[in-house]
Each structure stands twice: as structure tokens, then as C-alpha cells.
């Protein structure tokens, strides 16, 4: 019997550090992005994005907790809007605040999240022109602290949310193709 307790201690030990080193060799940094051609011009899906009164329109987070607060302030739109949330476990607490907006090629975001993990990672809108279209791109990127990196060995976190990001950029397409 102790040595079936021996050898399950020896299994568990050798699964967790396996675990460990795993994580170790995930990158220092992350980066998630989706884009998505939409037959509009920048001019018209930029006011989307560039005011936070107008993401319930769009993104898919938006939606999760119909009770969420949410506190705008700052600017109206553009550079110096901020826009912090409290809602339940689907949507955690953070905020968000522009540090960068030309309407014609890229919005810039701070965004901080506060639960369940706190998180301090950048968020990107980038606006291209090709043709009769736009490709507008929706990136966020960040460090990687180790508690990430574990969470990444478990968690394929470019599928979680690149599908979210997904949503939210058919969401705008079909605002600004109307």
C-alpha cells in the first residue's frame, strides 16, 4: 500500500512539474488579433468604435450581463474617453481608456482588467483601405505574467478571444454595410 501511495506522489510530482516547465516556455508576451473586410469606409466604422456609448451596438461583451454598470467619461469620443465596467463572472470588472485616435487608421486602448484576473494589456482598432473596403483589425496584446503562462497550458487563449473579437467585427460589418 505505501508504495502505491509512493509511486501516485511520484506521478503527481512529475505531472506537476511537467506542467511548470510547460508554462515556462510560453512567450513573455501575448498578442490576439482578427481582422475582417467590411465594404465601408474608415469614416464610417471609426464613430463605432471611437465612443464607448456606441460599443453596446457591437460588441460581443457587451451583452453577457444585461445587468453590467458602466461608467463613461472622459472625452465624448477619441482620444480621452474611458469607459469602465463591473458586471458578473462572464464579463468581470476592468476600464478602458483611448490613448491614441485617427479616424482614419487606428484607435489606441488602455484597457485594464481588474477581475477575474487582473490584466493590463493594450487594445488596437486598425483601419486599411483596399479598394472599395476597409480591413479593419482588432488586436489586443500584453505581457504574459506566470500566471498567464499556466493559465495558456490549459487555455487556448488566441481561440477564446479571437472568436469574441470575430463577433465583434461582423457586428460592425453589418452596422456599416446597412
Known amino acids: 500500500m505505501l508504495k502505491a501511495v509512493a509511486i501516485f506522489a511520484v506521478v503527481i510530482a512529475v505531472g506537476l512539474a511537467a506542467v511548470l516547465v510547460l508554462a515556462l516556455t510560453k512567450p513573455d508576451m501575448f498578442r490576439v488579433e482578427r481582422s475582417l473586410a467590411v465594404r465601408a469606409p474608415a469614416g464610417a466604422i471609426y464613430p463605432l468604435v471611437a465612443d464607448f ?11 453577457r450581463d444585461p445587468a ?3 461608467t463613461i467619461g472622459g472625452s465624448s469620443q477619441g482620444k480621452g474617453a474611458t469607459y469602465a465596467w463591473d458586471g458578473n463572472s462572464n464579463v468581470g470588472a476592468g476600464h478602458m481608456e483611448i ?5 482614419s487608421s487606428k484607435l489606441r ?5 481588474e477581475r477575474p484576473f487582473e490584466g493590463h494589456n493594450t487594445a488596437e482598432f486598425t483601419f486599411v483601405p483596399q479598394g472599395d473596403a476597409t480591413l479593419v483589425t482588432w488586436a489586443m496584446y500584453g505581457p504574459a505574467p506566470f500566471l498567464s503562462k499556466l493559465m495558456q497550458v490549459f487555455i487556448n487563449m488566441d481561440g477564446m478571444i479571437g472568436k469574441d473579437f470575430e463577433a465583434g467585427l461582423v457586428s460592425l460589418k453589418k452596422l456599416t454595410e446597412k
Open 53 to 63: 456609448h456606441r460599443w453596446t451596438d457591437w460588441s460581443p461583451y457587451e451583452g
Open 99 to 103: 490613448l491614441e485616435a485617427d479616424a
Open 68 to 70: 453590467m454598470k458602466r
Open 109 to 113: 486602448i488602455k484597457l485594464d482588467f
